[in-house]
């Protein structure tokens, strides 16, 4: 795991891209539904792939995750394989666990060579300042995740769960991660205002403490791109309801939607098949 210290610098060759994208939530709301999204996920991968030159993942790539020491989740398989096409081809990952999967240890690293954060990280890329976290618990509001990250990173929570039979252990991680909103809610549907979003106090609170040019963002599900001077306040949105994510050529950076590219006939069939 990676922590803390100097900002990690990127310098992107020309013609290549930094993609970043989040809470994709693959394995909710059941299988079957997950498995279309996944797909959709896989068709963008190799579609950014010629021009990718560094992958962030901003948290929650599954909407339940547990390693034992030899198990993990079923399922995946076109995700992680297609992410292993990236690490094989030189592109580095970085991934930002959420708090779906803040029980990630060591898998990705190992099979992905992804670098793998816990917290918030710093990045300079082609001399732009960057601030990117997950989002969970951050701010003065989001006391119903401030109370179940301090349960679940428990260290004797945490094992009394690793000493469970890994079929009841993810039958109950699943059941309860997707009774609980643990996937968008009720909140997450409307902007609460500059003054009332609490991740953008947050990053009111980050550019006091260091100038930055883009502070960004996953977890609220809501995407938006706000201005705060001369920074810019990012949420990547979701691969739930909104099919969202970011690009940054050195110059310009978009957030952008990726069924709005697909044409209206292909997005309503999509949406149509997600919805079933």
């Known amino acids: ?9 990127i310098e992107l060759t020309a013609g290549k891209k930094a993609y970043f994208s989040s809470d994709h939530h693959f394995g909710a709301p059941n299988p079957a539904s997950s498995l ?10 190799n579609e950014i792939k010629p021009d990718c030159g560094v992958l962030f993942l901003v948290g929650d790539l599954f909407d339940f995750w547990f390693e034992y020491r030899y198990v993990v989740p079923k399922g995946f398989v076109r995700v992680l394989g297609k992410l292993s096409e990236f690490a094989d081809a030189g592109i580095p ?79 109950l991680g699943l059941t ?17 205002g500059v003054d009332e ?8 609170r980050q550019l006091a403490r260091k100038p930055y040019d883009y502070l960004v963002y996953g977890h609220r599900h809501l995407p938006m791109e706000i201005d705060l001077g001369n920074a810019k306040h990012i949420n990547l949105g979701d691969w739930i309801d909104y099919f969202t994510y970011a690009s940054f050529d050195g110059d310009h950076f978009l957030l952008e ?3 709005g590219n697909q044409g209206e006939e292909s997005r309503d069939t999509i949406i149509k098949i997600i919805n079933q």
């Not at 309860?176 to 609460?192: P, R, T, W």
Request: net charge positive; aromatic share 16%.
């Open 1 to 9: 795991m990676a922590s803390g210290g100097q900002p990690i610098t």
């Open 36 to 45: 279309v999204r996944e797909k959709l996920f896989v068709k963008w991968l």
């Open 93 to 171: 990952i970085y991934f930002f666990v959420g708090n779906h999967d803040l029980w990630m240890k060591n898998y990705l690293e190992e099979q992905l060579n992804a670098v793998v954060f816990r917290d918030k990280k710093d990045f300079i890329i082609n001399g732009k300042e960057f601030f990117i976290v997950h989002g969970d618990g951050k701010g003065p509001g989001d006391m119903g995740y401030k109370r179940m990250k301090k349960v679940f990173t428990n260290k004797i929570c945490q094992f009394l769960f690793y000493c469970l039979h890994p079929d009841l252990a993810m039958w």
């Open 176 to 192: 309860i991660s997707q009774k609980n909103k643990m996937i968008s809610g009720a909140e997450d549907i409307h902007f609460l």
């Open 197 to 204: 979003e609490w991740l953008i106090q947050y990053s009111h």
């Open 257 to 259: 939607t990726y069924l």
